[in-house]
T-cell receptor, first 112, second 117 residues
């Protein structure tokens, strides 16, 4: 069966460190993968999209890698700040039509 | 740019009544809008895909007669929860894809918290 797995436990890190979040999937062949940020009681906010033929994408302090052999994406936030505290969701698109399937998300807490 | 709004942000209704939620793309035309439902500490579950001017495509297990979707224009889609029951209480979120976008990005609304008493 198809599955998208993200760390279910909250990730606590110190301010200034790099946060690394993992998204693993099985039985998908996604055309692209996206990462979103969601704050409590709010809709997700798009962060980065990486296509199946791309290995890495960067945007400011964010970096995403995509390994279609391992079926895994890693999401990094460098020089993390308390304002980065949120739940981060990965989402896969497969089969065209822009239809996304979301992982359960990982809650990140950046402490002073 | 790419702002999506939802109205209302919160609604409380009695069991058996119907509730309409609006989703608007404010600064772009959305050929496709998506409706999701999210339960506490769970992920977003796609309910249906709505294309302007045509019938919505519902995901497996989602009752089309209970969750009525209308996408009458390129900037507005509505979700009506008919004869709502307490188990329909959830966070409903819409998203929109920009017509002609090269990034395949969905822009999400802020969500609507529905509580059915």
């Amino acid at each position: 069966s198809q599955k998208i797995e993200q760390n279910s436990e909250a990730l606590n890190i110190q301010e200034g460190k790099t946060a690394t979040l993992t998204c693993n999937y099985t039985n998908y062949s996604p055309a692209y993968l996206q990462w979103y940020r969601q704050d409590p009681g709010r809709g997700p906010v798009f962060l980065l999209l990486i296509r199946e033929n791309e290995k890495e994408k960067r945007k400011e302090r964010l970096k995403v890698t995509f390994d279609t052999t391992l079926k895994q994406s890693l999401f990094h936030i460098t020089a993390s700040q308390p304002a980065d505290s949120a739940t981060y969701l990965c989402a896969l698109e497969e089969g065209g039509g822009n239809k996304l399937t979301f992982g359960t998300g990982t809650q990140l807490k950046v402490e002073l | 740019g790419a702002v999506v709004s939802q109205h209302p942000s919160r609604v409380i209704c009695k069991s058996g009544t119907s509730v309409k939620i609006e989703c608007r793309s404010l600064d772009f035309q959305a050929t496709t809008m998506f409706w999701y439902r999210q339960f506490p500490k769970k992920s977003l579950m796609l309910m249906a895909t709505s294309n302007e001017g045509s019938k919505a495509t519902y995901e497996q297990g989602v009752e089309k007669d209970k969750f009525l979707i209308n996408h009458a224009s390129l900037t507005l889609s509505t979700l009506t929860v008919t004869s709502a029951h307490p188990e329909d209480s959830s966070f409903y979120i819409c998203s929109a894809s920009s017509a002609g976008s090269s990034t395949d990005t969905q822009y999400f609304g802020p969500g609507t918290r529905l509580t059915v008493l």
